[in-house]
């Protein structure tokens, strides 16, 4: 039963094509990893998920909870770029947890 409890499932879109994701919590470190990982995303996440590069940029709809919240590098970085909009997040700072639980992940950058 414990499997089941941190099943996560979320849509991703890239280049207007819709994906479903299932991962579960713990599977890996920060959304940035899995997406790379799940779609062979070239150039994405070129820092290695330390907030600086700006190459992990998703536009995000339906995320709850602390994962709705920027801290550390993020808001700077994103600053930096042009991105003021509270949906535009870095992947590398947001975690897998139930907070994307049924979200909408849009690769933008």
């Known amino acids: ?25 713990g599977e890996y470190r920060s959304l940035m990893a899995l997406l790379k990982d799940e779609l062979y995303l070239d150039s994405f996440g070129e820092c290695g998920g330390v907030g600086r590069c700006a190459t992990c940029i998703v536009k995000t709809s339906g995320i709850s909870g602390n994962s709705s919240i920027k801290d550390r590098n993020e808001p700077v970085t994103l600053s930096k770029m042009g991105y003021e909009e509270e949906n535009v997040r870095l992947s590398c700072q947001l975690m897998i947890t139930k907070d994307l639980e049924g979200s909408c992940i849009e690769i933008i950058g």
């Open 1 to 25: 039963m414990g499997i089941v409890e941190n099943n996560i499932q979320f849509t991703v879109v890239e280049d207007g094509s819709e994906q479903i994701i299932e991962t579960y919590i």
